[in-house]
């Protein structure tokens, strides 16, 4: 079981499994069966356990896509060599909406010169060791999508990249405690550090946070535009909220910011909150360090101009009964010149004019962009600097609602 490879992507300095601050350092699972009595090493991962919440603190995984393989599933079973005292096992998955979260996915670690090494490596990821308790309807929806957009990245230079994974866990955690078990703590979050070199030669690093809140856990809607539950953060804040120590070099390739810097720059970058976070509705959305324009959310005092309804799901003509309204809260007429609506799919409507104060400009016909009217979505304003106005999502069942418009009132700004 050759475990996590620190140069497995042959920068010039190796990147080493994350350390543990004070914080968490006691709350580290020993036993003298593993590594340095605290790594689980398996086919093309490694894991660290939690040993109080029986649950990984993170699985580090080696990805290389030119030698993926399709393999079959296979049961969940505990490790021998930790112990099943140390390990959640079916007892805590059973009859309940909770799935054995894989942190080191199956698909991904399916790798290896032949199918058979692919597929003894695909077994290697149904041990309890590498599961925590994520809702099926986070699981199977945007923990999926990000896991998706992790196995098809093609930003890469060689096909490889690896992978940090695991949860965080909250102040006030759900606990579930079947029959006889003692209780077990639900993750509040999960996060993905993933890191590779680009076709620059360079080190690139996302990190992403995905919260196990009620938004998440209410439905299997998110997965078509994310439902606005992912987030791409700081490499630093991870390390907050987890107590893990990632190797220097992560956080110093991770492209948003951490702190405020001078004023300057911070007008000029038109970054307000710190650590930085960027929602993530598509894999679209993912901020990389090559110079673009940072789309930013603007407060609602910053500028008063809102998407105020829509019409998603017209009678008749679709394409034409379409419309979205955007209203003008401020005290002058605002130009809309090189401004863009975008919806889920990215098709965007280039806008012109004018809207004079306190009044609103419909937007009819919409073509190209189509609004979802059988599912949830989203809608976005842009002004000519690429910098986010206004983001609206619908849920579909206001969507299936056909010939009502959406109003966009009672809703959190900024």
């Known amino acids: 079981m050759a475990g996590y490879d620190p140069e497995f992507l042959h920068t010039d300095k190796p990147v080493p499994l994350p350390e543990f601050s004070p914080s968490v350092v006691g709350d580290v699972l020993r036993r003298a069966e593993m590594r340095r009595e605290i ?9 660290a356990m939690h040993g109080p919440f029986r649950t990984p603190l993170f699985a580090a995984l080696n990805i290389d896509q030119e030698q993926f393989h399709k393999t079959k599933s296979r049961r969940w079973r505990s490790d021998k060599r930790i112990g099943p005292e140390n390990q959640l096992n079916n007892d805590y998955y059973y009859d309940n909406p909770w799935d054995r979260g894989h942190m080191a996915r199956r698909a991904a670690a399916a790798w290896g010169r032949t199918k058979k090494i692919a597929q003894r490596a695909t077994d290697d990821t149904y041990f309890y060791f590498n599961a925590a308790l994520q809702h099926a309807n986070l699981n199977q929806d945007e923990w999926l999508e990000l896991e998706n957009w992790v196995f098809n990245l093609d930003l890469d230079k060689n096909d490889k990249l690896s992978v940090f994974s695991g949860p965080v866990f909250g102040d006030f955690m759900l606990t579930i405690r079947p029959d006889g078990r003692p209780p077990a703590f639900v993750p509040a979050a999960f996060f993905k ?22 938004d998440a856990i209410a439905d299997k809607d998110g997965r078509r535009t994310f439902n606005n539950q992912l987030y791409q953060v700081s490499v630093a804040e991870i390390e907050r909220l987890t107590g893990l120590d990632f190797p220097e070099v992560l956080p110093n390739r991770n492209p948003l910011f951490v702190f405020e810097p001078d004023a300057d720059t911070r007008n000029r ?21 090559n110079g673009r324009p940072r789309p930013i959310r603007f407060s609602d005092d910053e500028v008063d101009v809102f998407i105020a309804a829509a019409l998603v799901n017209s009678a008749g003509n679709e394409r034409e009964g379409e419309w979205v309204s955007i209203i003008n809260l401020t005290g002058n007429t605002t130009s809309i010149d090189g401004w863009k609506l975008s919806d889920d799919k990215g098709r965007t409507l280039d806008l012109k004019g004018v809207i004079n104060a306190g009044e609103a400009l419909r937007l009819q016909p919409l073509k190209p962009v189509i609004l979802a009217n059988s599912r949830a979505g989203f809608i976005q304003l842009v002004d000519n600097e690429n910098l986010q106005i206004d983001r609206v999502r619908y849920s579909k069942e206001q969507a299936q609602r056909e010939g009502r418009a959406i109003i966009f009132a009672n809703r959190e700004l900024g």
Do not use: G, M
């Open 39 to 47: 790594f689980a090493d398996y086919a093309n991962y490694t894991v």
């Open 269 to 289: 970058i038109n970054v307000h909150d710190f650590p930085e976070r960027r929602e993530v509705n598509s894999p679209a959305d993912i901020i990389r360090d």
């Open 193 to 214: 550090v993933v890191f590779f070199l680009n076709k620059s030669d360079e080190l690139e690093v996302r990190a992403f946070l995905v919260p196990q809140d009620n």
